[in-house]
């Protein structure tokens, strides 16, 4: 299938077969779409939780008002974000550049400037704002890189946050569950993999100046 196609025969998947699993190979190209996804100044101020042991993801069921493809998917994606993006991150990030592209931190000291001033001076709701909007990113490149392997996916914000940290003991890592994206292979009898995608005409979702 090429992109469009992919994206077409992507839906939000309502039951999986639990007997299918997903091979090691597709999740690690999964999670490396995810790692390659955008983000503001590139500080990638998340982490991607992925959650196997079929206990825990059973136990978190209840605390995502029963919906069983949590439980029932082949794995589970949990996208976390930094509890905290401080000046250290930004020191980390900073040492990452300058090694990766073999230049002295001095070459990046204004970028880093940049960053500091945002990372310092943003009030805290507003730097939590702005780095849950840093999650999405991602889970848009994690649907897509999903459609185009041919392996469903549930992209899921009806779960509450903070048992799902307590559960995953996310608390102790600095990190927040932002949104879940459960995947794995559709159920024959799931009824919804029949039905026509509905979207908005191209025109009407476009506008052109």
């Known amino acids: 299938m090429n992109l469009i196609e992919s994206l077409n025969w992507r839906y939000a998947t309502k039951k999986f077969d639990a007997s299918k699993k997903i091979n090691q190979a597709t999740v690690n190209?999964?999670?490396?779409?995810?790692?390659?996804s955008a983000s503001s100044y590139g500080l990638q101020p998340w982490?991607?939780?992925?959650?196997?042991?079929?206990?825990l993801r059973q136990k978190l069921v209840e605390h995502a008002w029963g919906?069983?493809?949590?439980?029932d998917a082949s794995h589970l994606i949990v996208i976390a974000r930094d509890a905290d993006l401080t000046a250290e991150d930004v020191e980390a990030f900073v040492k990452n550049v300058a090694t990766t592209r073999e230049l002295p931190e001095e070459a990046l000291a204004d970028y880093k400037g940049m960053m500091?001033?945002?990372?310092?001076?943003?009030?805290a709701e507003a730097k939590d704002v702005w780095v849950s909007k840093q999650a999405y990113i991602v889970l848009g490149n994690l649907l897509a890189a999903c459609a185009q392997l041919g392996v469903d996916s549930t992209p899921m914000e009806g779960f509450v946050p903070e048992k799902f940290d307590e559960v995953l003991g996310l608390d102790k890592h600095g990190l927040k569950s932002t949104v879940i994206l459960p995947i794995g292979?559709?159920?024959?009898?799931?009824?919804?993999?029949?039905?026509?995608?509905?979207?908005?005409?191209?025109n009407e979702v476009v506008v052109k100046l």
């Open 67 to 71: 919906q069983q493809q949590v439980a």
């Open 29 to 36: 190209t999964i999670l490396e779409a995810g790692n390659l």
């Open 116 to 123: 500091l001033n945002t990372v310092n001076t943003l009030p």
């Open 47 to 55: 982490k991607l939780v992925l959650v196997e042991t079929p206990e």
């Open 185 to 202: 292979y559709r159920a024959e009898d799931d009824a919804y993999q029949h039905l026509a995608k509905v979207r908005k005409d191209i």
